[in-house]
């Protein structure tokens, strides 16, 4: 298969450490610092939840969305192996805004594609309820 033989491009994507607050549901299971700073994962410069507009005009945001990259959102749940004596979980999450890279069609062993080997469906007119109605004459 090409796809696979082909260089991967660089993981790109906005992320945030949360600390769990050691609470069960309905009440918050992980909150932010008092400072909210999410991390940019190519150049590590860091950004506010305000500046996100800002982090989309960056040249290596800009190639990637100019490369037909889709912008999506994801979140792990991660064990904090050295939890300070002030924190009430040793749970944290991780929440990142990431690009996945669009895959390129292609054909399994000599397949077509679906959109091209379905038929495509005749455009039915839709029918009008005066349309039915015979013009008999009354009874």
């Known amino acids: ?43 590590k ?16 945001v800009v190639a990637k969305i100019k490369s037909g990259a889709e912008l999506r ?9 050295s939890p ?3 924190d009430q979980s040793n749970l944290q999450r991780k929440i990142a805004f990431f690009f996945i890279d669009k895959r390129p069609t292609q054909e399994v062993d000599g397949m077509k594609p679906v959109n091209q080997s379905m038929p495509q469906q005749p455009q039915y007119k839709a029918v009008v309820q005066d349309d039915m109605d015979d013009q008999l004459p009354p009874f």
């Open 45 to 60: 410069k860091k950004y506010n939840p305000y500046q996100f507009a800002e982090w989309l005009k960056q040249p290596h």
């Open 1 to 43: 298969m090409q796809y696979n033989n082909q260089k991967r491009s660089p993981f790109i994507g906005l992320q945030i450490y949360l600390k769990g607050t050691g609470k069960q549901p309905p009440k918050y299971e992980f909150q932010s610092a008092s400072k909210i700073m999410f991390v940019d994962t190519y150049d």
């Open 73 to 81: 959102i994801g979140s792990v749940d991660l064990e904090n192996e």
């Open 84 to 86: 300070s004596k002030y």
